[in-house]
């Protein structure tokens, strides 16, 4: 990045930072520990989700699988040269993008969430934004304030919504039938270096019982665990290894609401909070007005989540602390982490508390599987 463009980013340093983000485009703030853009930002703020999660990077790849020259030849350009693909890209409408990325995804890679366009390393620009290893670059740690958590029941957005569809009979049967079909790829790459068989993952998760409608518990508690819990954790684990504990904040929002209307819009036919439906407690959707429903009425405790939410995060994002009074939106100080075995974590809900996971006996914890007591029956932690 030409030096100008630094100039200009700083003299708008407070408006910049600090930074938010959510979803896949969320994780991505960890990468902002590169070099090229550390000084740029104050505080952080990620929500479920860290690069660390297995969706949030793609490990670089080959000619004839690199889903970039993919894309390009499905649209009809075929070159192994990458600015020719580049350029050939830009002249195409966002939305034919869209649609054909669509058709470079099997139904396998489907069912298992990958996100196909995501970051990766950069050894051959001038400048890379990110040339370093991954495992280099991530245990560099995030050196602002920093507030990051996860909800209830993460995976349920991903198997009972209308986001990718509401998973089926014949698809866990699929599953049932090879387990492996449930695990992402770079998940399942890992597994040997942990010592973790996937005979040992069904066991913890489903017992002896098939995977099925009837466990469909289970299923959600290994996506939510697979695919953003253990990510997160790690990002955590990584902070408090590195001192910066004191000024890492770690939540849990299990505000459940039958109004939600993240929960409307995608359709979440599942008990517990989904993946993104604090999001309607954040940021106003204009959508609401053109699906006909209504937002919440004050003195309601949809009205009341809203007010607590935005206070606590615009708190963090001028002075580095959620809770720097309390009051009655913030009757409690959210404390954050030590670097000790256990996570404080503060539980937003209606009536928010202080709690604590001890580390090593978490379900998510797959390294220490023989501490771990989990009962079959229960889909939240």
């Keep these: 990045m030409p030096i100008e463009y630094y100039e200009i980013i700083n003299m708008l340093y ?20 590169s070099r090229a853009v550390k000084s740029l930002f104050h505080k952080a703020i990620s929500q479920s989700g860290t690069v660390t999660c297995p969706w949030a990077f793609t490990d670089p790849e080959s000619y004839s699988t690199n889903k970039g020259f993919l894309l390009a030849k499905k649209l009809g350009k075929v070159t192994e040269d990458p600015k020719d693909v580049y350029e050939f890209l830009k002249t195409i409408d966002a939305k034919k ?33 990110f040339p370093e290893d991954l495992t280099t670059l991530i245990h560099r740690s995030i050196k602002v304030p920093y507030l990051l958590g996860f909800t209830s029941c993460e995976g349920s957005f991903l198997l009972k919504s ?3 569809g509401c998973i089926s009979k ?4 699929r599953v049932d039938s090879d387990f492996k079909l449930a695990i992402h790829p770079r998940v399942l790459n890992t597994l040997p270096k942990i010592s973790t068989t996937l005979c040992q993952l069904r066991s913890l998760y489903f017992g002896d019982k098939n995977i099925s409608e009837e466990t469909l518990a289970n299923y959600i508690n290994l996506i939510s665990d697979t695919y953003f819990l253990r990510g997160i954790m790690q990002a955590v684990d990584i902070q408090m290894n590195n001192d910066n504990s004191g000024k890492t904040y770690l939540y849990q929002f299990s505000y459940e609401s039958e109004t939600s209307f993240m929960k409307k819009i995608s359709n979440v036919d599942f008990p517990g909070v989904s993946h993104g439906e604090e999001l309607g407690y954040l940021f106003y959707p204009d959508i609401i007005k053109e699906l006909g429903l209504s937002v919440p009425v004050p003195d309601s405790e949809d009205y009341k989540m809203i007010n607590r939410l935005t206070q606590m995060w615009t708190d963090f994002a001028k002075t580095g602390n ?15 982490l030590k670097r000790e075995a256990v ?5 937003i809900h209606i009536e928010p508390r202080m709690k604590t996971l001890h580390k090593g006996k978490q379900r998510w914890d797959w390294e220490n599987m023989n501490n771990i007591s989990y009962d079959y029956s229960v889909y939240k932690i």
């Design 343 to 347: 996570y404080d974590y503060l539980d």
């Design 322 to 336: 959620p809770t720097p009074a309390i009051t009655d939106l913030t009757p409690i100080k959210w404390i954050p």
């Design 162 to 164: 209308n986001f990718i």
């Design 170 to 173: 014949e698809a866990l049967n």
């Design 14 to 33: 407070e408006c910049l930072a600090p930074v938010h983000a959510k979803h896949y485009s969320e994780a991505h703030f960890v990468y902002h520990a």
């Design 97 to 129: 993008l869209v649609e054909t990325e669509k058709f470079l995804v099997t139904e396998e890679e489907r069912r298992q969430f990958l996100v196909i366009f995501t970051p990766t390393l950069d050894h051959e620009s001038s400048n890379p934004v």
